[in-house]
């Protein structure tokens, strides 16, 4: 399984993130998007209008490699953040209803089934195939 559990349902409650990626030139763009986890595919979904057209759908199909944020603030005392962040290669598809399709390779969490403070978190890393995993506190340490 590439998501736990509880990342799917953080997913699931969530309707926007953030989408990373590289311009011809090796700049950057970060580009709010709406978003659906795709079950069947194990992957993130992104659609919009006029995708095909968008600088972010061209990036994807010139370079793929992308980052991808999910996060919220569900309280401010105490202060209480939770973060998704999935890395990893992207495909333009294009189509009737062009979308880019997110497979992710690299998972950071933190948040999500805890209730403490910001900076007392425990951050989840790991590649998603197993190869890798770690898991640090406090959550500065990302």
Known sequence: ??????????LAGQRLGRLATVQPDGTLQNSPVGFT?????????????????SRKFRNVADNGRVAFVVDDLPSV???????LEIR???????????????????????????????????????DVGGQRSSTSTPESAR
């Open 37 to 53: 986890y795709n079950a069947e595919t194990s992957t993130i979904d992104i659609t919009g209008w006029r995708m095909a057209a």
């Open 88 to 126: 990893g290669r992207a495909e333009a598809i294009d189509g009737p209803e062009p979308l880019i399709r997110i497979h992710p390779e690299r998972i950071i969490a933190f948040g999500l089934d805890e209730d403490r403070e910001g900076h007392q978190l425990t951050v989840h890393r790991r």
């Open 1 to 10: 399984m590439t998501f736990t559990t509880t990342e799917i349902d953080y």
């Open 77 to 83: 005392s105490p202060w209480r953040v939770r973060c």
